[in-house]
């Protein structure tokens, strides 16, 4: 069995509909699963839902549904979502699953059972709407809170605590030691930042049912229910426990809680169809929830006796228009209208292109249409339509003999080769520029060489057929290297290429894969123009 490359996004909380920011995450992780898919690895890609906690059942009680029925209609919305944007995940989580429930639960147990737990009186302040308690070091210099914490309230309460403090030096080691951890650089040094500067409080991890019950229950406590952070985190491992992960089966003692006769999901495979995928190779997350997954991920992992994650790879967030998202004020892009009205490939285009992985990104309508126009419509559309339509028109849509590799040849292997390398170290955005240089590049080659006068005078014949050759195969190139991005437009590339089959590997990125005397297809336009 070989370990595969696995891969997470962060669990989206249903408690609304999809919107850029979770549409954005879900493409990154995609393309990424595709490309190393292209490059010859297997992948295991893994999405879902966050479905406990204080924000969902409040949700659901606004909408008058119990908290079960208000995740099961989201969820098949949210379902929908990813086959819309044409994710290749290889399993969708909810946190209501009982292979994930049954699965936090023998965590509790056994972390409870070794002493890692224990129980005090909180009194203070707590914020409702993000879940969390607040301290003193909380207020601003004004004495309030910050009002992303909404409403704050006074409480004593009872709860469960994990000894977080005693891992504090260990996790600083760990983070100067292993530099790729967290990524980009300026990510990881907010988190070291943080551990240097402030003492770690103990994590939290129990609400009592009196005020929450939409949860975990504690196995070893039933007036409480797990937090919502602990329950989501797990879900990297016990969607791997579900597929039978020897890991977590045997090194973590944590075995895969078998399913009852009323469950309603799989059971611990078989070894045939076991799958080996702890660690993690990255989880993809959003900047807000770094300190989730680079403070408390790795101690719970830690104290699991568990290999922690290769890469927490964390993106920027989302603008419109210079402000916020936000339903309530109205600034949203609805991910589902712009790819019903201008395709999905036009719409992972633009979030690729315009925001590398790191920085804030800002969407504005304008700089969506004037990519669409400019780079897709203009720019390969444009290419692949006029190269196809003048093979068709000058030689019957023949390909012809292969030329002796010439300075095309050369440019194109040479490009195809950065873009992999780049692919291999997750950078998309400077992947597809290079993917670009090649579309430009081919452009200017047809306004040079002009096959249209070419195929005027017969003593050009040799060197009009060298050119359709080269435009051809340069198309036939771009479809394999732009398929984790466009996976609709390269495998129209290929179908108007005549070739059977989807552009899927790499290695069919060598130059010279068409071969004379192929018939091509029909050429139509793959991105439409539209007035802006
Ligand atoms: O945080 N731009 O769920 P969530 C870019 N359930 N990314 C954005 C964004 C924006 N405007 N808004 C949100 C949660 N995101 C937890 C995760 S993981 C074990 C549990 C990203 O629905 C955000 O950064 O609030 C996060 O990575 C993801 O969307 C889900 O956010």
Redesign the pocket.
Known sequence: MNKRFYI????????GQP????A??KIVADVIARSRRSLGQEVFFLTG??EH?QKVQQAAIAEGKTPQAYCDQLAADWKAFAKKLELTNDDFVRTTEPRHKQFVQAILSKLHAAGQFYRATYEGFYSTKEETFLTEKDRLPDGTFDPSYGEVIKLKEDNYYFKLRDHQQWLIDYLEANPSFVQPDYRRNEVLGFLKNSTLEDLCISRPVARLNWGIPLPFDEDFVTY??FD??V??ISIPAAHGDPLLGRGSGVSVPGSGPRSAQPRTPDASSQLQLWPADI???????LK??AVF?PIMLKVMDLPLPKQILV?????KDGA??SKSTGNIVDPIAIIDEWGLDGFRFYVLRELDIGP??NWTDAGFKSRYNAELANGLGNLVNRSLSMLKRYRNGVVPVKPEAGEVAKKVTSLAGQVQAKLELYQLQAALQDIWIIITAANQYVDQTKPFNLAKDPAQSKRLEEVLYNLGETCRVLAVLLRPFLPGTATKIYAQLGLTGIPDKFDAAAWGGLSAGHKIGEPAPLFPRRET
């Open positions: 997470t996004t962060a669990i989206d909380y249903v408690n919107h850029l920011g979770h954005y995450e839902l966050d906690g919502v952070w989501a985190l879900n990297y989880h993809v997350i959003g900047k807000d929830i989730f997954h991920w993106h920027g967030w989302w603008q916020k998202i804030d990104g």
